[in-house]
Every structure is written in C-alpha cells, then in structure tokens.
C-alpha cells in the first residue's frame, strides 16, 4: 500500500525534493498546498491555498513540509496533531523552542518527524560512515569540511535574508556541513567556537568558520561561504552541488543576473511555478563542497561519486551507487519510516539537536566565546 503524501509549499526546497517522492513505487503524490497560485498551477492536479484547508480535507498519511524556514514550526506540529507523519526541510524550525514543540507535538501522536533532506543523507557520507562505524577506517579525529558557493546572490526572498526569520548560510547551510559531520562522528557536539561575517550588501551573515569539538574528543573545522566568487566545486571536477557538471562561470552568472534586478520574478521561476522540473537520471552524488574525514587507520575523502580511502597501502576509489533520481534514498528513508520498518536516522531529536549547534554558531560568533549547544537545550525537551 502507497504513503500517500502531500506536498506542504511548492518552492525551490520541493522542486528539487519531489521528483523523489514521484517516482517511488511507495509514494503517491496525492494533492499540493502553496498560498501562490502560480505555483499551484505549475505543480497540477488537486491543490489547496492553506494548511488548513488541506488538513480539513486530510485524505493523505504523510506531508513533506517545504514552507519558508518561518513556518516549518507551527505546519509540522498542525501535521503531527492531525495525525500526520512530518517530513520537514532543514533547519527544521527558527528557534529551538518551537522545534523542541515540534517534537513534543510528534511523539504525542504518536507520528514520524524526519528532518531533510540533508547532504546527511548523500551516499558518499553513508559510505564513509558505514567505513568508521565498522571500523575499517577505525575512530574518527578530524574533519576538515569547506563550501564556497554562491548561495547568499541566488534569487531570495526577504526573509531569507534574514537572520531571525531562518535566512542567512548558518542556518540553511550549515545545517548540510553538521549533519555531514555528526554522521561521521558518531558522537554528540560538546562545544563550539565560530565567527561569522558578511559583505557585499545582502544583509545577513553570508560566511562562517567554526570549530566543532566532540564529546568523543574528536574536532572539525567547518568553513562555508555563500559569496559567490570562488567556487569550491572547481576541486571537484566542476560537478555542483546537485550532481551535474556546471559551467566555470556559475557565479559570475549568478552575480550577474542579480545585478538586472526583478529578484522576485527569478525566485518564482525557480519554483513549481515554472512547472515540473525536467529529472535526468544523476551522472554524480549531489555534494557540498570538499570534505576529509582523518582516522585512525585511514582518512576518507569524500568525492561526488563515494569516497576515497587513503591508507598505509595508497589510495583508492570505493565508489557509492548511484539512485534511479536525486533524493532517493531520503524518499526511501522515509517510507520505511511511516511503514515502520525503520526509524529515520535524522529524526526530530537530531534535527533539534543540529539546529542547536547552529545557534551556537550564531552565539559564539556574536559573544565571543566557546559554546556547548546541550546547555541551549534545557528544559526544552
């Protein structure tokens, strides 16, 4: 029997997230929901302009909340009290209260709340994971992860120019690069050290660096900018972030096309909108910039196309399979999930948990001083 799903906010996060969902045989897409006519137009079929109306018609298991940041909140925990399972985009809420109630609201009814997608979730982290966890690789010590994209010069709205409305690249980026390391790690974040900047006259943080220790003892120094100059894909063969090989001059591009103005027109032609997406069967893992895992007995690079152990004996190339369509395995997760077979690896408490390491980003960067992101989640849960 197919989860039948319903698609909460037909934007950018759900152009990139459905065609998953569409074409897995335990999925059926059965109605969309978008407060943008445009965007209900371009998604067809049974479509409401409110949560609520689409709660009141309730015909579905399952919601893939992919609403602004500002209302992953109070949809999920709509969802969750109507008996919903919840599949909500990263970060999974604003602020740690309301995602705290979100998985409060969750484990009331009783309902999954998965959190994703997530560059968690991209085969390359799983392998390279699955090579520490059954000790081929041995312990973990160190993660170096760097991105350099043109995040911040995309098509935004205003809110996503803003740091307390969820905008800004710590929240909508850094989620990817600490989940990626949470994975390998497979020890909670004890503490956290960051700066964060911007320039360039977009108005929220655009950069960060941060240092993540682990209750295990191990590090990782995560550095990401949205700045659109350099582009950290060119040590990946030029393969982007969604697995396809992009031109040399995306981020002159994406400058550019920012610089002839009409933002909101180019935002709403990046969402469904513009109609379906066209899915070509992936040639590459989607990826987020470069990252090196050092272990104890080997340190594992991760590529688009699975990792490379470097060890005693030299290097070489343990490829990860590739999915019939992007997202895949997250579609899959969370099937299993609502059917009960598994639970999901990035549930609420994990989604909360990385969200707390996210304002421990901001809180260290803004104070000045070492952050333990437990001690932003008492008495929340």
């Not at 059926?28 to 018609?57: H, K, M, N, Y």
């Not at 709340?113 to 160190?142: F, Q």
């Not at 272990?295 to 490829?319: F, K, Y």
Request: glycine share 12%; with cysteine.
């Amino acid at each position: 029997m197919s989860v039948r799903l319903a698609v909460l906010g037909l934007g950018r996060g759900a152009m990139l997230t459905v065609p998953a969902f569409a074409t897995h045989p335990g999925v059926e897409i059965v109605a969309g929901c978008d407060p943008q006519a445009a965007a209900r137009a371009g998604f067809g079929g049974l479509c409401f302009d409110s949560v609520e109306t689409l709660l009141d018609w309730g015909a579905f298991d399952a919601v893939y909340v992919a609403s602004p940041h500002e209302f992953h909140a109070d949809h999920a925990v709509m969802a969750a009290r109507a008996g919903k399972h919840v599949l909500v985009e990263k970060p999974m809420a604003v602020s740690l209260a309301h995602a705290a109630a979100m998985v409060r609201a969750a484990e009331a009814a009783g309902t999954v709340l998965m959190v994703g997608p997530s560059h968690g979730y991209d085969p390359p982290v799983e392998l390279a994971a699955s090579l520490i966890e059954g000790g081929e690789a041995g312990p973990l010590r160190l993660i170096h992860g760097f991105a350099f994209t043109d995040f911040l010069y995309r098509p935004r709205r205003a809110a996503e120019l803003d740091t307390a409305q969820g905008g800004g690249v710590v929240f909508s980026q850094a989620t990817h690069q600490i989940d990626m390391a949470r994975r390998l790690a497979l020890s909670p974040v004890a503490s956290v050290s960051a700066w964060t900047g911007g320039w360039g006259g977009r108005g929220s943080e655009g950069a960060f660096t941060a240092l993540l220790t682990f209750a295990s003892g191990a590090a990782a120094s995560l550095t990401y900018s949205g700045m659109a100059r350099y582009d950290s894909d060119a040590l990946a063969g030029w393969v982007g972030e969604l697995g396809a090989v992009k031109p040399l001059t995306a981020h002159a591009r994406t400058r550019a096309a920012l610089g002839r103005g009409d933002e909101a027109g180019a935002k709403a032609a990046r969402t469904f909108a513009a109609g379906w997406p066209e899915v070509p069967r992936p040639k590459h893992h989607e990826h987020l910039g470069s990252l090196v895992a050092l272990c104890e007995q080997a340190d594992l690079e991760l590529t688009p196309d699975g990792v490379i152990v470097h060890s005693n004996d030299g290097a070489r190339a343990m490829p990860a399979s590739l999915p019939p369509v992007q997202r895949w395995n997250v579609a899959e997760a969370f099937v299993r999930a609502v059917e009960g077979v598994a639970p999901p690896l990035l549930d609420g408490r994990w989604g909360l948990e990385t969200l707390a390491v996210c304002h421990a980003i901001l809180l260290s960067a803004r104070e000045g001083h070492d952050v333990a992101p437990a001690d932003l989640l008492t008495d929340l849960i």
